[in-house]
Each structure stands twice: as structure tokens, then as C-alpha cells.
């Protein structure tokens, strides 16, 4: 069974930083393309950047400068280090595979792990 834990959410306040980390069992992600989501309340889900197993990526405009996706293959992990949070930021954030750098999700979705941005 394909499974993707997300943790290293909570609460931050603005210009803060928090690392997300991904990781994946029942799966080998070495050879995937994969991608973090958000889902802030009342909203849709989007992808707020993605990693190819080459290690190409793409970010939302939105978060361009400030977050930086990264994967470990050896630890089977995906990590999303997110600098300079703003309150939009808030979101409960997810990770999957993805067809392309550019989202497409394909990959079963975990509990995610709350982002909250506030003083």
C-alpha cells in the first residue's frame, strides 16, 4: 500500500520558516515526479511546486523565492522548505506524484500536515 506522511507543520509567525518533509512507503519515489499541494479553507487544492526525479522543478508564482523544493532518494523523502511565510501561506499541505513538474496528481493523498502563518 502506497502511503506518503507528511509532517513538520504548526504554527509560525510571519517572515518565519518552517521545513515540510514527505515520505513515502510502499513506494520508491526515485524514479517519480513528485509535487506538494495546499489546501487553504474554502479553497481549491494547488500545487505549490513540484520535483522531477531528474531534480528539475516548479513553484507557484505565488511562493517563487521563497520556497525551495528538495528530494532525498535515499530516505525515500520529499521535503519542502518554505522561507518568508506569509499569513496566505496557511494551508494544510499535501504531497503526491505528480504526471509532471507542473502538477497532474496521480498518487494517493496522505493526512497532510497544518501550516498556520499568524502573530
Known amino acids: 500500500q502506497v502511503e506518503f506522511v507528511e509532517s513538520g507543520g504548526g504554527l509560525v509567525q510571519p517572515g518565519g520558516s518552517l521545513r515540510l518533509s514527505c515520505a513515502a512507503t510502499?513506494?520508491?519515489?526515485?524514479?517519480?515526479?513528485m509535487g506538494w499541494y495546499r489546501q487553504a479553507p474554502g479553497k481549491q487544492r494547488e500545487l505549490v511546486a513540484g520535483i522531477s526525479s531528474t531534480g528539475s522543478t516548479n513553484y507557484v508564482d505565488s511562493v517563487k523565492g521563497r520556497f525551495t523544493i528538495s528530494r532525498d532518494n535515499a530516505k525515500n523523502t520529499v521535503y519542502l522548505q518554505m522561507n518568508s511565510l506569509k499569513p496566505e501561506d496557511t494551508a494544510v499541505y499535501y504531497c503526491?506524484?505528480?504526471?509532471?513538474?507542473?502538477?497532474?496528481?496521480?498518487?494517493?493523498w496522505g493526512q497532510g500536515t497544518q501550516v498556520t502563518v499568524s502573530s
Open positions: 510502499g513506494i520508491s519515489i526515485s524514479m517519480a515526479t
Open positions: 503526491t506524484k505528480v504526471w509532471s513538474v507542473v502538477g497532474g496528481p496521480f498518487g494517493s
